[in-house]
């Protein structure tokens, strides 16, 4: 018994059992053509398939610029190696940062500075990997508009960063808000031996 009979309980379909009794077969120049034929279909749906993909990417991509001395975040994945240079986590951050743009290397390319942490890593990277910092934000809530601030948690070596509610910081912490510390380009930094945030 063949394998594929001990699996399925049946026997295995070969191409002999499609062929039809008193099927004329094909030779010479006629199965050139027919060859050439079926290519040239599948070489048009192959453009076709391509031409609808491009356009799906297309409505999604959002063109990213940055000018010499903004500030980027670093994206972690295994293009960029910037995995295997932190020292292993259990639960690694999904950027790192930030890092500042030295100079725009091309159209898609950015030389960024990086740490001495950092420095087997190539230090000019494609723009997909470098993600925008923004310190401030309004979400629209039911025609309402909400303002979030930018915090991070765990000193500026690292640590998480979230998005609060501003009215919640200026309640929890009304002297950062009062003396005006705190701008739309600045970020809440939480110390870890501290409470209380500070400006970076």
């Known amino acids: 018994m063949a394998p594929f009979e001990a699996l399925y309980g049946r026997r295995c379909r070969t191409p002999l059992c499609w062929y039809e009794s008193g099927e004329s077969a094909v030779v010479g120049p006629e199965i050139v053509q027919q060859t050439t034929e079926k290519i040239k279909m599948i070489q048009e749906k192959m453009r076709i398939a391509q031409s609808r993909q491009k356009s799906y990417h297309d409505k999604r991509r959002k063109s990213l610029e940055f000018q010499e001395g903004d500030h980027v975040f670093l994206r972690v994945t295994p293009i960029t190696g910037v995995?295997?240079?932190?020292?292993?986590?259990?639960?690694?951050?999904?950027?790192?940062?930030?890092?500042?743009?030295?100079?725009?290397?091309?159209?898609?390319?950015?030389?960024?500075?990086?740490?001495?942490?950092?420095?087997?890593?190539?230090?000019?990277?494609?723009?997909?990997?470098?993600?925008?910092?923004?310190?401030?934000?309004?979400?629209?809530?039911?025609?309402?508009?909400?303002?979030?601030?930018?915090?991070?948690?765990?000193?500026?070596?690292?640590?998480?960063?979230?998005?609060?509610?501003?009215?919640?910081?200026?309640?929890?912490?009304?002297?950062?808000?009062?003396?005006?510390?705190?701008?739309?380009?600045?970020?809440l930094l939480v110390g870890e031996s501290c409470n209380t945030p500070i400006i970076i």
């Open 83 to 187: 995995g295997r240079a932190l020292k292993s986590k259990k639960l690694t951050p999904r950027f790192i940062g930030p890092y500042q743009i030295l100079e725009r290397i091309g159209e898609v390319a950015y030389r960024i500075a990086l740490p001495p942490s950092l420095a087997n890593l190539h230090e000019v990277l494609h723009v997909s990997q470098l993600r925008r910092i923004e310190d401030r934000e309004l979400k629209q809530l039911r025609g309402k508009e909400i303002a979030l601030v930018k915090v991070a948690w765990g000193g500026p070596a690292g640590g998480n960063v979230t998005w609060e509610l501003e009215s919640k910081m200026k309640e929890s912490y009304p002297e950062l808000f009062a003396r005006g510390m705190f701008s739309r380009t600045k970020t």
